[in-house]
């Protein structure tokens, strides 16, 4: 397998833990890190509809917590009632969060429905013009 179906497995592994009883769309989301290594994360709804959270903020979220601040791919599946079938591009917060944590040029953001069929782009394709730390002089 190359590094980017690695990737694509890690995010299909979890799909199965979504938590999306109420819209039934199921998302996962895998990243991989300037350190090498892969951290997942599901979408996560609630009772309290906004409170929900997406997959990719979990997985950066995850990623984070054990102490990366640098990715350089994200894979994200997802489709209704937990199937890998639409190509799921990321909603306009979670590429704000992903622009937090790496060059925009750099980043690769892969929709896959399997580890064989997807697309990518770069983050600054899918965000152009964006606000970053270096505005804040981080
Ligand atoms: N969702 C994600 O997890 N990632 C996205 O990029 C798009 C949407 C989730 C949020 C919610 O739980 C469900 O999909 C339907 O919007």
């Not at 592994?13 to 009883?21: F, K, M, Q, R």
């Not at 090498?36 to 009772?47: L, M, P, R, S």
């Not at 990518?120 to 013009?129: A, G, S, V």
Request: aromatic fraction near 8%; proline fraction near 5%.
């Amino acid at each position: 397998m190359t590094n980017t179906q690695k990737l694509i497995q890690a995010a299909l592994d979890c799909l199965e833990n979504s938590y999306a009883p109420y819209s039934h769309y199921n998302v996962s989301a895998a990243v991989l890190c300037a350190s090498g290594k892969i951290y997942t994360g599901v979408n996560v709804e609630n009772a309290s509809y906004p409170a929900g959270i997406c997959a990719e903020r979990n997985a950066i979220s995850h990623a984070v917590a054990c102490g990366e601040k640098e990715l350089t791919a994200i894979a994200i599946v997802g489709g209704a009632n937990y199937s890998a079938s639409d190509y799921c591009p990321p909603c306009g917060i979670c590429r704000q969060v992903m622009r937090e944590f790496s060059d925009p040029q750099k980043l690769i953001v892969i929709f896959a429905k399997s580890v064989t069929d997807y697309k990518q782009m770069t983050l600054e394709q899918l965000l152009p013009e964006s606000f970053g730390p270096e505005m804040l002089g981080k």
